[in-house]
Nanobody, 113 residues
Framework: QVQLVESGGGLVQPGGSLRLSCAAS????????MDWYRQAPGKERELVAT???????NYVNSVKGRFTISRDNGKKTMYLQMNSLKPEDTAVYYC???????WGQGTQVTVSS
């Protein structure tokens, strides 16, 4: 049974930073692409960043240069380093196994002064 557990969300002021983690179990982590999605209130879920099993990364334009996705296959964990946060980054952030229906429970990120 696949489990994805996100952590690291919270309240941060504009311009601040957070680091999200996604711990995976029940899958061969190193063989799977992984991604981060987010969903703001009243909006559709949006793909934020993807990292392939080989380490190739892609980002939505709105976070390029501010967010960094990475993975540690030994720890079966994916990360999202978020810098220069803006109020429009406020959302619930979810981790996801590419091409699957496996999702984490989400972690709330709130950017507000």
């Amino acid at each position: 049974q696949v489990q994805l557990v996100e952590s690291g969300g919270g309240l941060v002021q504009p311009g601040g930073s957070l680091r999200l983690s996604c711990a995976a179990s029940g899958i061969i982590f190193s063989l799977n692409g992984m991604d981060w999605y987010r969903q703001a209130p009243g909006k559709e879920r949006e793909l934020v960043a993807t990292i392939s099993r080989g380490g190739t990364v892609n980002y939505v334009n709105s976070v390029k240069g501010r967010f960094t996705i990475s993975r540690d296959n030994g720890k079966k964990t994916m990360y999202l380093q978020m810098n220069s946060l803006k109020p429009e980054d406020t959302a619930v952030y979810y981790c996801h196994v590419v091409g699957s229906s496996n999702w984490g429970q989400g972690t709330q990120v709130t950017v507000s002064s």
